[in-house]
């Protein structure tokens, strides 16, 4: 069974950054694609960007090019995304999902990241 | 960036009722539009892929569309647990891009 877990909840500092983890099981991210997607409170789905966990490869919204940074451990079968220069507006639930058999079959439950002072 | 636009952005339907959302697609985005369904405080669930093809375990009453660069989700017989917000995708060309979605309530 393919599952994706996510990391705890985060609360984070203006100006600071998290990095949020997306571990995989029961598949090998080797041969997917990586995506992230955000939802504001209240607010719909948002894509991020994505990452080749193969190769590394990423691509972004435009207007999360200096926001998030996707890498990924193949070793340990886990996709990462890190938030930099947090500000109130990044407040959000943040879901990783993957793509096999076509786009996002798999999401994991979502993490919680709110900033405040 | 390919622009989505998803009607209506809520409704209301009694159970029984045949009920249709629609995604208008601002360039041609061939078959690469999926449906998800969100329920409070839970993760989209994929209901549709490739414009008609019904994702794994997701019940037959529900089915996808395409007429020209309209795309639509029906639901044939509405259930008390679709209640949700429903989203489209599409997936053709980066960034990739979401409807704004369609709360669907019971009347």
């Known amino acids: 069974e393919v599952q994706l877990q996510q990391s705890g909840a985060e609360l984070g500092k203006p100006g600071t950054s998290v990095k949020l983890s997306c571990k995989v099981s029961?598949?090998?991210?080797?041969?997917?694609?990586m995506h992230w997607v955000n939802q504001r409170p209240g607010k719909g789905l948002e894509w991020i960007g994505r990452i080749d966990p193969a190769n590394g490869n990423t691509i972004y919204a435009e207007k999360f090019k200096s926001k998030a940074t996707l890498t990924a451990d193949t070793s340990s079968n886990t996709a990462y995304m890190q938030l930099s220069q947090l500000k109130s507006d990044d407040t959000a639930i943040y879901f990783c999902?993957?793509?096999?058999?076509?786009?996002?079959?798999?999401w994991g439950q979502g993490v919680m990241v709110t900033v405040s002072s | 960036d390919i622009q989505m636009t998803q009607s209506p952005s809520s409704m209301s339907a009694s159970l029984g009722d045949r009920v249709t959302i629609t995604c208008r697609a601002s360039?041609?985005?061939?078959?690469?539009l999926s449906w998800f369904q969100q329920k409070p405080g839970k993760s989209p669930r994929r209901m549709i892929y490739g414009a008609t093809n019904l994702a794994a375990g997701v019940p037959s009453r529900f089915s996808g569309s395409r007429s020209g660069s309209d795309y639509s989700l029906t639901i044939s017989s509405l259930e008390s647990e679709d209640m949700a917000i429903y989203y489209c995708?599409?997936?053709?060309?980066?960034?990739?891009?979401f409807g704004a979605g369609t709360k669907l309530e019971l009347k």
């Open positions: 029961g598949y090998n991210i080797r041969n997917t694609y």
């Open positions: 999902a993957m793509s096999v058999a076509t786009d996002f079959d798999y």
């Open positions: 995708l599409q997936s053709i060309q980066y960034p990739y891009t």
């Open positions: 360039q041609d985005i061939g078959n690469y």
